[in-house]
């Protein structure tokens, strides 16, 4: 089918939520999309972090072959081999005590917010209901997720939100002290923002956070939907402040999806023994979560990634990404170069749709977050020379952007 035809179907019969790229994808191999004419593009997205390990990778491949000649599905009420397993491997390397699968990052910070409210809860008696999120935040599109999301483009076509959420400014410590009182049960933050732009939050913004709950018998959430499992080289961005084995300085309860299923929807909450203890049997629950087809695939994460070194070549490739990156840094139209492993962003001085555009005819896929920030979460397996063809054509597309507004000032 042509691509023509399909942007018609879609287009009379598909709900209108999405804008998507004029490209058709057929296959992929390592770092590379090719669509159904052949053209290749080098992908700096990775379907919005998931694809980690890039495409076609034949580890991967091969164990899905495999699991896909048993039943897809178990349903909750039975056992299957790969839950447990896989639950320990998630349990080890991020240092929480207990794992709840879920099947996106949505239901994961969902899970977390009703979680958090149901360890307050334990105290009944005692009105501790508030949930304090940060500006520019994004949790996800279901009514808690969303009323925790700080940005109003998103949740003013659905007022009312949930009663109880307030924003914190970006890593102002001040302004979370002032917002925090006794009726907080818990404080959430990504640590690192993606569709807010790339923006990392600061050691002393998580440890005032993490003490200031500690101390207050509320909770620390992080969502690490997209900067978590590898991305930043650790297997979570948070232990850049609190190693797996410093149990006080590690959040409570962690949101965790995208990269994990490889593709397949899985997402996980991870939480710590303290609040595991208010949660019983047939308090929270799903049909899909943490299905076998799904947990087979993401031990392969950890296998390949651990099997291959994986994090250390994400910090490697990483700085390599950023250095490269300073060549851009200078040119008129950019504001700032910033990342952490392979969660990069340029900050452009101007919108970055039009840019976004330009470097898709030129194969390579990226997108534009925060109207101006151009965002790349490259799978792990992208190489230096790959890296080196995108700074090049980036570049030269900046450089003409400025000439161009040069000119029209
Ligand atoms: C993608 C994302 C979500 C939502 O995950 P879905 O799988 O789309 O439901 C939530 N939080 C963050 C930080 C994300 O990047």
Redesign the pocket.
Known sequence: MQLDHIKELESKYLLGTYARYDVLIDRGTGAYLIDKANKRYLDLLAG??VNSLGYNHPRVKHVLRKQIKKPLHVSNLLYHEYQGRLAEKLSQVSGLDRIFFTN??????EGCLKFARAWANRNPGKRRFRFLALAD?????TFG?LSATGQKKYRDPFEPMVPGFDFVNFNDVADLERKFNDEVCAVMF?TI???GGIRMVSEEFYRAARQLTAKNDALLIC?????GLGRTGRWYAFHKFAPPSDKAMLPDLV?S??PLGLGI?L?AILLKQHVADAIQIGHHGTTFGGGPLACRASIEYFNVLEEENMLARVREVGEYFLKRLEEVRTLPVVKEVRGDGLMLAVELKIPGKEIVKQLLQQGFILNCTHETVLRMLPPFVIKEKQIDKFVRALKSVLEVQNVASENTR
């Not at 996106?104 to 910070?109: A, I, L, N, P, Q």
Request: aromatic share 4%; glycine share 18%.
């Open positions: 919005i972090g996106s990052g949505t239901e994961s910070v935040s994004f949790h996800g599109r997720a990504e923002q993606g569709e969502d690490e939907i997209q900067c949101a999806a995208k929807p997402g």
